[in-house]
Structure formats: structure tokens, C-alpha cells
DNA sequence: ATTTGTATTTCACTTATTGAAACGCTCATT
DNA sequence: AATGAGCGTTTCAATAAGTGAAATACAAAT
């Protein structure tokens, strides 16, 4: 694909990339980062600036609110957002602890895309857009397509230290195109919790595509992306 | 600034934003209302596709997880966000009703930058990366400046019907860098209460930026979007 | 005073980008 | 069946858009 890209384009995101990583670089240091020259890299920061995906203060560039915008918007129109909300909150109702939907992103690795956190006071805690590596996580073995026969994987006190991880894919057309899991920090669950759980995920991951759901957001959902039926704010609530 | 920026990526994060908006969008469109030619729409799509920022489907093009995760990301920089975090919480705590953050956009709007919902089962409801105008609306009133005597601003029925909207000026240095606002559907407020509401406001906003605040994030907020205070997920609570 | 590093501007050069044209395909209409 | 419209894709000649080396100004450290 490298003779039907556009290089110019191609070093103005890598240059975002490192400013949304970074939360403020230098002139210089994006520039070293890139690879560019300083004046590349400035007229390009400028362009990004005038885009408002960047602004720059005294310390450096940092990343401005039209990617931030962006984000929200993209987020907003992923389905399966909000066909694994309901999913999510009983999970979390269920189960007390931290449940999240990850997906595959374009860079070989998995990206948490929603994420509910559990009710206890000692908790897991994760990010949306957070990156997760497909090795040594459940969330990535299901998104790998290593998930065994009884449907969910556990892994303990896998890439994150102190906690068991319970995941189970969601499936299209027989395709794994995200998976819900479970985390628990590990001194409050033994096997037989995890595998309770693991039915628990596994039943749930199940349904996100299976039914058509009556899924209006009753604004049961406090989650700061929304992803309302409709783009019109409202007050919302029954109609009792 | 024209002549200082570069035409090719402004044209290919036009065309990121006609994606964005539109969630799915075909290539004919898109080159259309960029007003760019199929073949260079294409190329340039094919760009933002290649570094995960749209992917494509059957309908067209949709926007990418590296737009989400550059988004979160960039979310999660925002200083403003953690130090408003606290008085979102409080003023839905003390008023039961929907509390923001807005900030100034780059293209002369204002945007929600953070959300914090009501109590109530009917509320005002609206979401991170929202646009709002300047014009009529309390928010956008004290994003320009127009902030009377009493510290803050009260607009019934303005450009969203059945609500009223109260806002107050964060100030640094002297100049409005954000507004905090109340939105409370109309049938449920007065004068007197919008005032009352009004004058917490205003206090809440005077207060985001004046005190060092030991707002260590404890799990009492359940926003999609965590700004944690470190980018390790972990076990988080009280160590009683 | 000197050195180092940063950000900014300038401009000759070249190659990256462009868009018109051609092509193949699908769908709707006559 | 034939035709037209619209879509997405490829090709390539032309040009101007983008590049980076060099120069400049400034600040901080030695």
C-alpha cells in the first residue's frame, strides 16, 4: 500500500500521534521522534494547529480539542458500543467487579472500547482507548482466537500483575470481533469464581449480537462517551 | 496562516472529519463534500485507512480506532478535566441535576468536554465532544465573555427548549478558559432556584483552578473516559 | 565570551501530488 | 436487451506543493 498512501499525510498523523502520547512535546523532539527536519515538522504542526487537532502553549504542542471531538464522534457511532452496554451493566451487577469490551485495533493489538467499572472500593481500572497486547491477556487470547471449548479464557496474574482476567469473544458470522471480559484483582476469586464468572461472560458475550435488543438508554448509563439513540441532547428519563 | 500550512494534510483531515460526522460515508461523497476529485479523495482515504484512522466496509468508510484512541488519549491530558472533576460531582450531588465542563472550541464554538449526569429519571442529557454555540446558550455567554455581575448566567428556553441552563466562568489569570453548567429541565425551576443553583455554580468555578485540590481519583468517578492520575491500570480504593 | 539547542524563515530543487481520462462493474430505466 | 448514470479504481503527464539545508535570532548553560 505504500505507492497508493500519501507520505505527507502519513508524517502529519505520525507527528499527532506523538503529541496525543506524548500530552506536549517540543518542536524539536516531535521532530527528532518523526525523523523529519524541524522545518517539516513545523509546517506540519501548523497545519494541525490551524485544524485544531493540536494547539501550543509555552511548553510545547499538545493535542487540541478537535481530536478529541473526533474521538467522541467515532466512538459514538460504534454499534457494538452500544449493543454491549446492557451486557456490560449486568456483568458488573452480577459480578461486582470491573467488565470492559475490547476490540482488535489496526496495529495487532487490542483497544478496551468501553469500559464499566465494578462496585467494590478495591477495584481494576481501565481506560477507554487504552491498548492491551493480544499475548498474556484474556481479552487477547479471545481476540486471538485461542478461546478453548467451555467458551471463556482466565488467565492470573498474566501481563498485569495481581489481578485475574475472565474473557469470552463476541462472535459474527463465526468471526471473533471483540471480546467481553471480567477483571478481578485475584485475592478475591478462586477457581471455582472464575469459572462461575467465565459462564457468566461467556452467556453474556453471546447475547451482544444475538437478539435484537429493546436497548433505549434510559440513561441507566453514566459512561462520559454517550452513545445516545439519537445526536439530539434531551432530558430523558420514563414517562411515568 | 495559508501559506504556512500544507494543502495535502488539510485535505485529508477534512475528509477525517466528513467521516467522523457522518459515521459512514462512501467515497464519492466524501470527495464531493471535500470538493476533491475521486481519485485524490481516494488516495488520501486510503491514507487514513492505512494508519487506522477510518477502516472500510461494505457501506463505505467508517472512522478507525486510532481516531478513539488519539481522542481518549488526548482526553486524558486534559488538566481541566481532573481539576473539575470535584465540583462536576458535587454540584450534581447538591442540585441532582446534569453538570458540565465546557471549553472554547477552535472554530468559535464551545465543546462539553466533560459530563456528569443528574439524579433525577428526567434530565438534561448531552455528551463529551458535543458542539454547542456561543450564541444563546448560558455556556457559550460565558465562554465570550458575557458573564454579569452576579458571576453567572441563566438562560431559560434558549437555542434547547424546556430547559434552563446556568453557567459560570473558570478564570485563569483573569480571562475564561472554561465554563461549568447546570442544565435543568425548565418545569422543575424557578427564579429563586435557578439563582440558588447559580450561586453554587459560580462558587464550584472559583474554585476549579484557586486550590490545590488532593483530588486523588478514589473510583467515585464512573466516567467512560478515566483521566487517572497515573496511565497504570490498578486496583484502586481505600486501603482500610 | 562561547557553545549548545531551540524555533523560525528562506528558497532552490525535486519529487510528491494531482486530476483528467479510461476502464470495469452495478443498478435502474426505457 | 440496450442504454445511461453512478460508483470505485487505475494510469500517467504535468506542475506546483512539499522538502530540507542553511541562515538567523534567541535563550540558557558553561
Do not use: K
Amino acid at each position: 500500500m505504500a505507492d497508493t498512501s500519501t507520505r505527507t499525510v502519513e508524517r502529519a498523523l505520525l507527528l499527532l500521534g506523538t503529541v496525543c502520547d506524548r500530552g506536549s512535546v517540543t518542536l524539536a523532539d516531535a521532530a527528532r521522534d518523526a525523523g523529519l527536519s524541524a522545518s517539516t515538522a513545523l509546517r506540519l504542526l501548523r497545519t494541525l494547529e490551524g485544524t485544531g487537532f493540536v494547539r501550543r502553549d509555552d511548553d510545547g504542542y499538545r493535542p487540541g480539542m478537535r481530536v478529541v471531538q473526533l474521538g467522541a464522534q467515532a466512538l459514538s457511532h460504534e454499534s457494538l458500543v452500544s449493543l454491549a452496554e446492557d451486557a456490560l451493566e449486568r456483568l458488573v451487577s452480577s459480578t461486582g467487579e470491573s467488565a470492559y469490551l475490547n476490540v482488535p485495533s489496526s496495529d495487532g493489538h487490542g483497544i478496551y472500547l468501553s469500559v464499566r467499572e465494578g462496585t467494590h472500593s478495591v477495584r481494576h481500572t481501565s481506560w477507554v482507548g487504552r491498548s492491551i497486547p493480544l499475548e498474556g491477556s484474556a481479552a487477547g487470547a479471545v481476540l486471538s482466537g485461542d478461546t478453548p471449548e467451555d467458551g471463556f479464557v482466565v488467565i492470573s496474574n498474566g501481563i498485569e500483575p495481581d489481578v485475574t482476567a475472565i474473557a469470552a469473544p463476541v462472535l459474527s458470522g463465526g468471526q471473533v470481533v471483540a471480546a467481553l471480559s471480567v477483571v478481578v484483582p485475584s485475592y478475591r476469586i478462586d477457581d471455582d469464581g472464575a469459572r462461575r464468572i467465565g459462564r457468566q461472560v461467556a452467556a453474556e458475550a453471546a447475547g451482544v449480537l444475538a437478539a435484537p435488543t429493546d436497548a433505549a438508554p434510559q440513561g441507566t448509563s453514566s459512561t462520559g462517551i454517550e452513545t445516545p439513540t439519537t445526536h439530539e441532547p434531551s432530558t430523558t428519563g420514563a414517562q411515568s
